[in-house]
């Protein structure tokens, strides 16, 4: 408390609240989801964000240190004779900066470097080598001749094989026939469930049971393991999930259909291309439509307002 009659003091010297230290750090939350969606775009977007409030705020930050000193009149008196000659000459003094200012802005300053320096590499290595280096594959699974028009087979095959078993899938092919002006079609389903990934099965007699033998084509991709099956639709052994012979989601916790394979035909070979995802099918073998989106994870919605909850996702095919 100030007691009556002191001459009040200066104020008293605190750092004043900007907006600055708020648009750095969304900067930066841009420029780190930018690395997921779009690293060209929209990192850019969020680097030049936070160097701009990053600027501006070490520039308020110091801006004591770069303001010229006010000019401040000293109260003066007339001196007596006595003090006149008792007093020294006076002499400039040195300018110097305060100190305090400028520990406040080494701090920020090697707050923010050292910040930057410990962040940015972590940030980097644990992100990044998600969405780099992620290519597109062609899975060579044999001549057409082995697709019989109206069998199923359940195919496995490697899709990269420098990588090995890992690389190892599993998709149920259909071949529907030529439909138009002699354009082929297959439906070739993906066995991985659309709950939680698990690896779903053809609900109906294979290969021994039915009297057929498997077969083998020799690829490029290696091996190509072809099981004959007449599936009355997939299931899936871990939490129920149960799809129709074209996918569609029919019991479970699955979310959607299963995805499928895009493919071509190169000469007279079935070649699998990238995967993607459904939402359902309507219709059957050369006739369906399918509705058709970019692939995503299990569990994720990819239509209706539930598709907003999965923002974003890594790029795999
Ligand atoms: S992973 Fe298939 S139903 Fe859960």
């Keep these: 408390m100030r007691e009556e009659g002191m001459t009040p003091g200066p104020p008293e010297h605190g750092p004043s609240?900007?907006?600055?230290?708020?648009?750095?750090?969304?900067?930066?939350?841009?420029?780190?989801?930018?690395?997921?969606v779009d690293p060209m775009v929209i990192a850019s977007i969020g680097a030049v964000i936070a160097i701009v409030f990053g600027f501006l705020w070490a520039r308020d930050a110091t801006s004591e240190m770069r303001r010229a000193a006010p000019t401040v009149t000293a109260e003066v008196r007339e001196a007596t004779p006595a003090e006149a000659a008792a007093m020294p000459e006076a002499k400039p003094a040195p300018e110097k900066m305060q100190r305090s200012r400028f520990l406040e802005g080494?701090?920020?300053?090697?707050?923010?470097?050292?910040?930057?320096?410990?962040?940015?590499?972590v940030a980097g290595f644990a992100l990044l080598p998600s969405f780099l280096g992620q290519k597109g594959h062609k899975v060579d699974m044999g001549p057409v001749d082995a697709y019989p028009i109206g069998k199923w087979f359940i195919s496995t095959f490697t899709v990269d094989p420098s990588e090995g078993e890992v690389s190892r899938r599993t998709a149920f092919v259909r071949n529907n026939g030529a439909v138009g002006n002699n354009v082929p079609s297959f439906t070739i389903i993906s066995n991985r469930c659309?709950?939680?990934?698990?690896?779903?099965?053809?609900n109906g007699p294979t290969g021994a049971i039915l009297g057929e033998k498997n077969v083998t084509e020799h690829?490029?991709?290696?091996?190509?393991?072809?099981?004959?099956?007449?599936?009355?639709?997939?299931?899936?052994?871990?939490?129920?999930?149960?799809?129709?012979?074209?996918?569609?989601?029919?019991?479970?916790?699955p979310v959607r259909a299963l995805d499928r394979y895009s493919f071509e035909i190169d000469n007279g070979h079935l070649v699998l291309l990238s995967t993607f995802s459904v939402s359902h099918v309507v219709g059957v073998g050369a006739q369906a439509k399918i509705y058709k989106y970019k692939l995503s994870?299990?569990?994720?919605?990819?239509?209706?307002?539930?598709?907003?909850?999965?923002?974003?996702?890594?790029?795999?095919?």
């Design 219 to 253: 690829t490029v991709n290696g091996a190509i393991l072809l099981r004959p099956v007449v599936p009355a639709g997939f299931g899936c052994p871990c939490h129920g999930g149960q799809y129709d012979t074209e996918g569609n989601r029919t019991a479970g916790p």
């Design 106 to 121: 080494a701090t920020l300053g090697l707050g923010g470097i050292i910040g930057g320096l410990v962040t940015l590499p």
């Design 17 to 36: 609240p900007t907006i600055w230290p708020l648009g750095f750090a969304v900067g930066i939350a841009v420029a780190l989801v930018g690395l997921i």
């Design 194 to 202: 659309a709950h939680l990934g698990c690896p779903v099965q053809a």
């Design 297 to 317: 994870g299990p569990g994720q919605h990819v239509d209706g307002p539930e598709q907003w909850f999965y923002p974003l996702e890594p790029p795999h095919h």
